[in-house]
């Protein structure tokens, strides 16, 4: 198994009440599989998926991933977890403009302090593999919708995570370029790969293996 | 790692082309500034600490009493007190310095600035000789040494050894050294030294070896156990005081002793010294202008790098979500505000070069660009890395700490933090600016106040004339001459012109005088037209006549009345005893200002003389030229061995106040330069605080808000922080200013308007650096702004 949500609650306070953010969530994950989360605009998608990737806490409940536990750690851990074993896709891309395609691929490794050639070796792999070679000295402006997103794919994979976690990733695309990437997730996945992804659209969600659907932060 | 921060960096600083020249620009001049400052104050605190052992080599000085404490000592004292200390090493002693008329073969210069030394001179003082022994240099009492450049005006450059230089039409001296081009930083500069050998036989100082009489200069070397710890220190001078006491009774001076590396800068309290000091209190207001000047261009980029942060959010959550740890983001942006100080400093020592002549003039000094000095370099980089890190910190520290879901969805909520502490920022640096222009203002008023006081004489349109050469013997003939010219009839001949008076005596005595008082009595000695020539007013009795010299009859000032106990009316006819002679007080005139104004008022015995040291000649209106030609012709005839020198009264008087006058013009040019910084931090702020709000701008359009509603609306917020600001300077800028003014017995007293000019000044400069962003953002169509969403 690889990770497991045992009766998640997350909530804000507001105006003296508590507002349900997350209820009640149960969920088991295991490797390999491509799930995706559907749900109304504030059913908590997003929330769940940022609670997934370890980039928000929650109130109430445990959290094990990989057999360890998620909800005892201190951040300067859970940064060093999530940087190991997650890769994040976004609607909006979020490439750093300022960088070329190369450089936005490096900027992971980086963190992961890997040496330079071994850096250089993993990022022309990862441009070799989704066939932007001659697009490495572009910056992010100067590509299109699609191919941008491809090296957000391509970023989130560079350092062989075991998940992948993505936020609508076809949000901002038009309908040929979401199906080369849900075709690209659906690849991934078969080569092992476990994604997680956040739609509103049933087309994308049939390409998972399994749906969750959500309704004021409660799974149904 | 770093090389990528380099890159984003650099492509940051490119792009936004606009916040970089500020960033740069601001830390750049900052830098500049400081730069300057820093050599300045490096030139002024390196004063002769280029002698060997300078830490034991010392000055005495004298004090006779709480307001009057002078450089000069005894002679008899500076040659005797080796005899009874043994601590002492080595003394000497210095004439006051004097101007010399030199002539060789026709050519004739006035030197100013020429000393009498003893012998040792040269091995006291480590100025280097091109050539001649040190030893010997000023044994011989016909001997002269001369610096490189005035044997270069004299001579040709290698043969002036062993020539003859005629002193004053009189005495030939052989050049028996000539030495390098004097240190700018050495508190004594001249152009000659004769051996004091030469006048061993006609100064009466000299042949008495008096200890009554303070004439000369006299420097010591200890050993350094006498002088190294502060208890040790102590008891050296008690030791001198205790020998003066025991050899001098009747007098109660007090002597200390000042380091000569202490002289240029602490000599401000001292009168008859040497001239061209400077003074420590511009040394430590130079620097805190320096420091709040860098300080002002850190605010500048903190404050800039903060507004623009929701710019760099995404960034910054992005970096967090691949796996940057907070110290890494920390470092990144640190490392950021290090390059750009880098880079500031690389810019500021370039423009160091291009401005330093400039500053030169303004500050009389021949600094040069010293990077080679390690101590420049190492306060040069010092100042890059704290001025990046102070800069950088807080970006770094705020920026670090978003979370990175919400950085990355664009939902900062600014705290109010945030906010409370730009605005701290900007009122930091509002208030310092109040601060420069208050201080700006109250400089440029005392300047002022300085140069058009009421001496109680008329100083313009006197001309003087010294009397030198053949011309003291003529002084029946001068004056004759003069009377004879209707253009220079108008004039009086004195002993001293009442600039900077440097005569004293304590010898004065009348009826009923308490004997513990101790009070130094100046004097003048002139004819019986002085009062009429500086138009000065007699308050009581009647000015001298024919007879007044036989008669010993004086007049003396309202404050040497006040110090006897009396009115000016019950003053007149009271018997005087003055150097001895016994006289009667003929008249009291009003207390004019005879020496600098940072000296209080004291009281002056003016003695009846026929013979003077100066001429002076008041000059009708627009007759300036006619009356120096008329006075050519006449000293022509009469002393046709000199050149003519003449000078103006108000000229010579103002020059004493140079430094005051240089200082308020450095002061004025920084205070600018800290304005203009705040105001390139100020206009970038105002940018991005229009940008943040153009939304709400456009919506508040849509809504019916006219654009002068707006501008009013976005230049509020502004308003309030100057006024915080203005509250906050005003205590400070008093306190300060006030501090400075105490230095000047008169002084003009802070007026509310210099701080109501000052606040005005600054509002009217901040709100149109901000109007120009707040017009931009309020007459922009709505439409553009809420389109963009």
């Not at chain 2, 052992?53 to 000592?73: G, H, I, M, P, Y």
């Amino acid at each position: 198994m690889l990770l497991e949500l045992k009766n998640i609650f997350k909530w804000v306070q507001s105006g003296g009440q508590r507002v349900f953010l997350l209820k009640d969530i149960n969920l088991q994950v295991q490797e390999g599989e491509f799930i995706s989360i559907m749900g109304p605009s504030g059913s908590g998608k997003s929330t769940l998926l940022h609670v997934l990737g370890m980039l928000d806490g929650f109130n109430e409940g445990e959290y094990h991933f990989l057999e360890g536990d998620v909800h005892g750690l201190k951040e300067k851990q859970r940064v060093k977890l999530y940087k190991e074993y997650i890769g994040f896709v976004f609607q909006s891309y979020h490439l750093l403009d300022e960088l070329t395609v190369y450089e936005n691929l490096e900027m992971p490794l980086i963190y992961k302090n890997i040496k330079g050639a071994e850096r250089k070796a993993m990022v022309a792999d990862s441009l070799d593999k989704f066939n932007i070679v001659g697009k490495k000295d572009l910056f992010p402006s100067q590509l299109s919708g699609g191919q941008q997103q491809l090296v957000g794919v391509a970023r989130a994979l560079i350092a062989n995570p075991k998940l992948i976690l993505a936020d609508e990733p076809t949000g901002n695309l038009n309908s040929q370029q979401s199906t080369e990437i849900m075709e690209l997730f659906q690849q991934l996945n078969q080569e092992g790969v476990t994604i997680i992804q956040v739609t509103h659209s049933e087309k994308n969600a049939a390409y998972g293996s399994r749906t969750i659907n959500l309704l004021d932060g409660r799974m149904i | 790692m770093f090389k990528n921060y380099l890159k984003i960096a650099s492509r940051n600083l490119i792009k936004k082309k606009g916040y970089s020249f500020l960033n740069i620009g601001g830390l750049t001049i900052g830098m500049a500034c400081s730069i300057l400052i820093l050599l300045w104050v490096r030139n002024e605190s390196s004063y002769d600490a280029f002698h060997e052992n300078a830490d034991e080599k010392f000055r005495l000085t004298a004090q006779a009493n709480a307001d009057f404490k002078a450089a000069v000592s005894p002679v008899g004292m500076v040659l005797g007190l080796g005899e009874e200390m043994p601590e002492i090493k080595e003394s000497l002693l210095l004439s006051k310095p004097f101007d010399a008329l030199m002539e060789v073969q026709g050519t004739k210069f006035k030197e100013n600035a020429v000393f009498y030394a003893s012998d040792n001179f040269l091995q006291f003082f480590n100025y280097p000789l091109l050539e001649g022994d040190p030893n010997t240099a000023l044994v011989a009492p016909n001997g002269i040494v001369i610096t490189e450049s005035t044997a270069e005006k004299y001579f040709d450059k290698n043969n002036a050894m062993g020539q003859y230089i005629t002193i004053d039409n009189g005495d030939s001296f052989m050049v028996t050294g000539i030495l390098k081009s004097l240190p700018s930083n050495s508190h004594l500069q001249f152009k000659a030294v004769l051996p004091m050998a030469y006048i061993a036989n006609r100064d009466q100082d000299l042949i008495d070896k008096v200890w009554n009489s303070f004439d000369f200069y006299g420097y010591f070397q200890f050993e350094k156990e006498a002088v190294q710890s502060p208890e040790a220190f102590a008891r050296t001078i008690e030791k001198i005081n205790t020998i003066y006491a025991k050899r001098q009774p009747d007098f109660e001076i007090k002597f200390d002793l000042q380091a000569i590396k202490d002289i240029h800068l602490h000599s401000s309290n001292l009168q008859i010294d040497v001239p061209g000091h400077g003074n420590s209190l511009y040394v430590n207001l130079f620097l805190i202008v320096a420091f709040v000047i860098l300080i002002v261009a850190c605010i500048n980029y903190m404050n800039l790098a903060t507004a623009k942060s929701s710019k760099r959010a995404k960034e910054v959550g992005l970096r967090k979500v691949v796996g940057a740890g907070r110290h890494q983001l920390i470092l990144q942006f640190l490392g950021e505000s290090l390059i750009i100080s880098f880079l500031s400093l690389a810019l500021a020592t370039i423009l160091v070069y291009l401005l330093l002549p400039s500053f030169n003039d303004l500050t009389q000094k021949v600094l040069s660009p010293q990077f080679n000095d390690p101590f420049i370099v190492v306060s040069m980089l010092a100042m890059a890395i704290v001025t990046g890190i102070l800069s950088g910190s807080y970006p770094a520290l705020f920026l670090s700490g978003f979370k990175p879901v919400r950085a990355l969805k664009g939902k900062l909520i600014f705290s109010k933090y945030n906010q409370f502490f730009r605005n701290g920022l900007v009122i930091s640096q509002f208030a310092i600016s109040v601060l420069l222009l208050i201080g700006t203002m109250v400089i440029y008023d005392q300047v002022n106040y300085i140069r058009d006081k009421n001496l109680g004489f008329d100083k313009s349109n006197l001309i003087y004339i010294p009397m030198e050469g053949e011309m003291f013997d003529k002084q029946e003939a001068l004056k004759s001459a003069l009377t004879q010219n209707k253009l220079t009839s108008d004039f009086s001949i004195i002993s001293d012109i009442p600039a900077n008076l440097v005569t004293g005596d304590f010898n004065v005595s009348w009826e009923g005088k308490d004997p513990n008082l101790q009070v130094l009595f100046p004097s003048i000695r002139s004819d019986e037209r002085f009062l009429e020539v500086f138009q000065m007013q007699l308050l009581s009795g009647s000015n001298f006549s024919k007879t007044s010299f036989e008669n010993h009859d004086y007049l003396v000032n309202e404050t040497t009345v006040k110090t006897m106990g009396l009115t000016p009316e019950q003053a007149i006819g009271k018997n005087l005893r003055f150097r001895g002679n016994s006289g009667t007080i003929l008249g009291v005139v009003k207390d004019f200002n005879f020496k600098p104004l940072q000296h209080a008022m004291e009281p002056l015995i003016i003695q009846h003389h026929k013979g003077g040291r100066y001429a002076v000649v008041k000059i009708a209106p627009n007759t300036i030229k006619p009356t120096i030609a008329a006075l050519e012709e006449i000293y022509g005839r009469l002393n046709p061995a000199y050149p003519l020198t003449y000078n103006f009264m108000d000229a010579h008087l103002d020059a004493q106040y140079k430094g005051e006058q240089q200082m308020g013009a450095v002061f004025n040019v920084f205070a600018l330069l800290a304005i203009f910084i705040s105001c390139l931090g100020l206009y970038g702020l105002s940018a991005y605080m229009a940008e943040q709000r153009f939304k709400e701008i456009g919506i508040r359009k849509v809504l019916g808000a006219s654009s002068l509603k707006l501008l009013h609306m976005l230049s509020k917020d502004y308003l309030k922080l100057i006024l915080a600001a203005f509250v906050l300077a005003l205590p400070i800028a008093w306190y300060i200013m006030d501090l400075w003014l105490q230095e000047f017995a008169y002084h003009i007293e802070i007026q509310w308007w210099m701080f109501a000019s000052a606040g005005f000044i600054l509002l009217v400069v901040a709100l149109s650096t901000v109007s120009f962003q707040s017009m931009k953002a309020s007459m922009a169509n709505p439409i553009k702004s809420l389109r963009t969403e």
